[in-house]
């Protein structure tokens, strides 16, 4: 293993951390903008950012107009560059700086990089806009009209030249990245849709972009869309303080978006210069390329266009001898939204596909009769206000649900009582089964030993409670024609807790399939806040909340302690519901896993708390997340695949992902875990 420090390193884990800056600008002045460039670079190398972006011709300044003809000012900006050279040679920051340069008497609007003293390329602008206020064709030459592929310029030889350039690290094969100007993204087809193809998982745009009313939405939806559409990190650098004000405005419009997602956004009309720097998650990006086969027919599409490319490689020396954390904190909880607003619209979608699924199942069945069992806990709290809701969309009466509890050995009256309520709150049919005189009869026809008065609580105890409760649900539902409906949620799906079979792995169709516990909680807490059921089921819906999460299959102690906490066994699903997502939906490596639950849970301090209480807020050492990790995978990979391979119908609810084998996860029910269990050794067993 490499130095112990080195795991919590943002790059070891194939992050990569990006800036842009907006200088404050003076006019025509490249001595001066090229010193503000320089001190922006090294506050962005203290935060050890490995590429920086600035705006369009910010060493001469944007709005130069007809002075761009001046020869004292094109000397002076190559001199600008010269300096920003120099200084870099001591810098590990990747800088991509704006100048007007003269090629073959002709002048191109460009973008230069500077890595360490060297130029790695120079791009010149594409389109140039001629409209409205714009008039660049007055001033320069399109890229196309070049014909050199490579110039000498600024005291080195043989600088790459041309709108087609990629630059990869050789030390961080995914970082490739890929610079246009301003105008490039606003037309049909901009050139980094050419080059995400070609390989660019980083693209840069560095703008001038004055301001308009209105403009920054624009802006906002144009960046996203192009990082969406082609998988990609987009940095958009506008320009700020000190442009001319003549005729426009500036706003220094900044914004960092990966794969539609923004991940920073600078202040507008800031009077000071800004450095935004963010975290990009390289791995995101290539997994999702490599899942969404569309792109790779894209790249068999336009290979001619592809083939147009030339990569300039260059080595980036990131630091991995130390620890680099993450600026960018992951969410606690991926399946929740964090804003207050989103998780409204949200839990009201999460619930609407829920419904609607079952719907169209009662409907295409003909069964007005939805059959569910309440234990008084989560997942069938859930399951019961989706019927009611069912219910109430096809204009059915509530009293069509049958819901049926079913106490066993281990049922407490806390549970109890919450299951008696919620099903009088709704307004269902309800019926009380004591499933302790069926079981003991199996327990007798099996010859177990609690049946002879032993307190053998072992696995077929617990699975002959749980049985009986399926069973009992599918004969009442063969009884009065109607449709089981089941309440296993994502979590426990993933992990395999569930009674395979004759369990609570079985129904007619299930709703809460590819709902992780974690979400069910919100739902719960939205529906119970929202106060649309009614005083009373809001009240018992926040105590279903506050109960301890358990199978009650096992009798308490003889102190009347609990004898079942599910997360004893499973561990805390809101940290298993965090490896859920990230290993099924990006397919990400434990250590990498590890990182990222580190990163978000190791200080509670940090990072949002969505309506969870202080007292409830938890935080894990990397020691508790490498065993709980452990379990998670030896569960998820080697023991639970069987169960998800025969599950019933579920409606897939969230792009995290569904383990259904007929809709987003299809694997093989005798797998190993192996591969995923070596790479626990990679991971420290103390905190950084």
């Known amino acids: 293993m490499s130095h112990p420090t080195s795991f919590f390193n943002l790059y070891r884990h194939n992050f990569v951390r990006v800036a842009l800056g907006i200088p ?73 700086v704006g100048l007007p340069i003269q090629v073959d008497h ?46 000498d310029f600024a005291g080195q030889r043989d600088i790459p030249f041309g709108n087609r350039l990629l630059f990869q690290a050789e030390d961080q094969p995914l970082f490739t990245f890929f610079v246009e100007v301003c105008e490039d993204l606003w037309v049909p087809i901009p050139p980094s849709s050419y080059a995400a193809l070609a390989g660019a998982t980083v693209l840069v745009n560095i703008s001038a972009s004055n301001v308009t009313v209105g403009k920054e939405d624009f802006r906002r939806l144009l960046v996203a869309d192009q990082s969406g559409r082609c998988l990609a990190a987009y940095i958009y650098c506008a320009a700020g303080p000190g442009e001319s004000t003549t005729d426009l405005a500036w706003d220094g419009h900044g914004l960092i978006y990966e794969n539609a997602t923004r991940v920073a956004e600078s202040e507008r009309f800031s009077r000071t210069a ?239 399939a590819s709902v992780p516990k974690t979400l069910i909680q919100y739902l719960i807490r939205w529906e119970a806040e929202s106060g649309q059921l009614g ?47 990230y290993t099924l939906r990006f397919g990400y490596a434990p250590t990498k896993v590890a990182f990222l639950a580190w990163s978000a849970w190791h200080d509670h301090k940090k990072g949002n708390w969505p309506d969870i209480p202080e007292s409830k807020r938890h935080q894990y050492s990397i020691a508790d997340i490498k065993r709980w990790l452990g379990v998670f995978l030896d569960r998820f990979f080697k023991f639970s695949q069987f169960k998800r391979s025969a599950l019933p119908n579920a409606p897939k609810v969230g792009s995290g992902g569904s383990l259904s084998p007929r809709s987003d996860y299809r694997a093989p029910s005798d797998a190993e875990a192996s591969a995923w269990l070596i790479q626990l050794d990679q991971i420290p067993d103390v905190d950084a």
């Open 106 to 151: 002709l002048l191109f609007n460009c973008a230069a990089v500077v890595h360490r003293g060297r130029l790695l390329g120079i791009i010149p602008k594409t389109y140039l806009p001629n409209y409205r206020e714009f008039y660049e064709m007055r001033q320069f030459t399109p890229a196309p009209h070049a014909h050199r592929s490579a110039i």
């Open 274 to 512: 800004q450095v935004l720097a963010a975290d990009i998650d390289l791995d995101r990006l290539v997994a999702d390329r490599m899942r969404q086969n569309s792109f790779g027919m894209s790249v068999r599409d336009y290979q001619q266009q592809i083939a147009e490319f030339r990569t300039v490689c260059f080595e980036a020396k990131v630091p991995l001898d130390r620890p680099v954390h993450l600026e960018r904190l992951p969410e606690r909880f991926p399946y929740v939204p964090s804003e207050s607003l989103s998780r409204d619209e949200r839990s009201r979608e999460v619930y609407e596909i829920q419904v609607q699924g079952l719907a169209k199942r009662l409907q295409s069945t003909r069964v007005n009769r939805p059959i569910v069992g309440i234990s008084g806990g989560l997942d069938s709290t859930q399951a019961l206000i989706v019927c009611a809701r069912a219910m109430d969309a096809l204009n059915l009466p509530r009293k069509g649900i049958l819901g049926v509890t079913m106490p066993g050995f281990a049922t407490s009256e806390r549970t109890l009582q919450q299951a008696r309520r919620l099903m009088s709150a709704i307004g269902c049919e309800s019926r009380e089964i004591d499933i302790r005189p069926s079981c003991m009869q199996m327990f007798k026809d099996i010859g177990h030993p609690f049946a002879t008065g032993q307190p053998v609580f072992d696995t077929t105890f617990e699975n002959v409670q749980a049985g009986e409760r399926t069973s009992h649900l599918f004969r009442v539902a063969n009884q009065m024609g109607g449709l089981v409906v089941g309440t296993s949620d994502l979590s426990e799906l993933a992990l395999g807790y569930c009674t395979y079979g004759v369990g609570d792995h079985m129904a007619h169709y299930h709703v809460n």
């Open 24 to 96: 404050e600008v003076r006019v025509a002045d490249p001595a001066f903008n090229a010193a503000q460039v320089i001190a922006l670079m090294g506050q962005a190398a203290r935060r050890d950012a490995l590429l920086m972006a600035f705006p369009e011709l910010g060493l001469s300044a944007y709005s130069c107009e007809d002075l761009f003809h001046q020869q004292a000012l094109l000397d002076a900006s190559r001199d600008a560059l010269v300096r920003v050279l120099d200084a870099s040679r001591d810098l590990p920051t990747i800088a991509i």
């Open 535 to 581: 005083a009373e089921a809001s009240q018992v819906l926040k105590e279903v909340l506050e109960t301890e999460f358990s199978p009650e299959l096992v009798p308490p102690d003889g102190n009347g302690h609990a004898a079942q906490r599910s997360e004893d066994v499973v561990g805390p699903y809101e940290l298993q519901d965090f490896h859920l997502y």
